[in-house]
């Protein structure tokens, strides 16, 4: 059985003309548009997700904090929350919803990764914040071993909801981690915490391919994929405007990607980074039908 899951919502929501990809990011839209962010949590459940991902993933101190806004961080992500729930209470759909906890600093930046003694307190509030309205955690983007074990040990230490753990991984297939951990040293890194699920997102879909392939040799735990469809160069950061579209990654090669998938092990299969309705409506109706 394959599990779909949503798309990208700040790359959504700046394609629909809600915010840009500086500053504040898809957080703005929290502030400004809030039923935008739920318009775009609502397609992705008609394009046939059952998981939708809060929009949470730039509601941290370190991005609020560029325009003044650092104390409102947990004020915006109970707000993402809200939404989201808000959204699948406001449908027809059974849908889930996965509390999104993300880098605390920059994505794909292990050099960046704060302090456990920063990261585990902040991700323990937004654990929190979160907990009446998500029915699951993911631990997304990780980029390195200790990022994800930071994120994923105060999930499953303050709260009792299943848990997913999601790697970023080197855009050369086969390369482990951001970091340039192997795959076998990111899993050790939560395999005491018993992840529910683990998967790989916001990387290319070959480089996900072979880490399925990789990963599935390690361990029996469901898997997962959710590429991007933008390519950075190293040293990026989320207020570089420096991405490279991956326009050979249509609708049809993601679906012909997510088959795949599935056939390397993955049971659930989403979009990241510019990956919209669209093409999780053709996934879902492929995957569901072959």
Not at 54 to 67: A, V
Not at 74 to 87: D, F, H, Y
Not at 95 to 124: F, I, N, T, W
Not at 183 to 196: F, K, N
Request: aromatic share 6%; charged share 20%.
């Amino acid at each position: 059985m394959t599990i779909i899951l949503d798309g990208g919502m700040g790359s959504e929501l700046i394609r629909r003309g809600v915010g840009d990809a500086r500053g504040l990011w898809s957080a703005r839209a929290l502030l400004e548009a809030p039923e935008a962010v739920i318009e775009v949590h609502r397609d992705y459940m008609v394009a046939g997700a059952e998981i939708i991902i809060t929009n949470t993933y730039s509601t941290i101190p370190s991005y609020l904090g560029k325009l003044g806004m650092e104390r409102r961080w947990l004020e915006l992500t109970e707000l993402a929350g809200k939404l989201a729930r808000s959204a699948v209470d406001g449908s027809a759909s059974k849908a889930l919803v996965a509390g999104s906890l993300p880098p605390l600093s920059e994505s794909y930046r292990a050099d960046l990764v704060p302090p456990d003694a920063d990261a585990q307190p902040l991700y323990r509030q937004m654990v929190e914040a979160l907990e009446p309205y998500v029915d699951l955690f993911i631990c997304e983007t990780m980029s390195s071993a200790r990022e994800a074990r930071n994120a994923a040990s105060m999930a499953r230490r303050h709260s009792t909801k299943p848990v997913h753990v999601s790697w970023t991984l080197a855009e050369a297939a086969g390369a482990g981690l951001r970091s340039g951990e192997t795959l076998a040293a990111a899993l050790d890194g939560v395999a005491d915490l018993a992840p529910d699920a683990l998967l790989f997102n916001c990387t290319s879909p070959q480089a996900i391919a072979s880490g399925l392939a990789q990963l599935a040799e390690l361990t029996d735990k469901p898997l997962g994929a959710y590429p991007n469809r933008f390519s950075v160069p190293d040293g990026w950061t989320l207020d570089g405007d420096a991405q490279t579209v991956r326009r050979e990654l249509s609708v049809e090669a993601f679906v012909n990607h997510a088959l795949q998938w599935r056939e390397l092990g993955a049971s659930l299969i989403g979009g990241c980074c510019g990956i919209g309705p669209e093409y999780i409506s053709a996934a879902a109706d492929r995957l569901r039908s072959a």
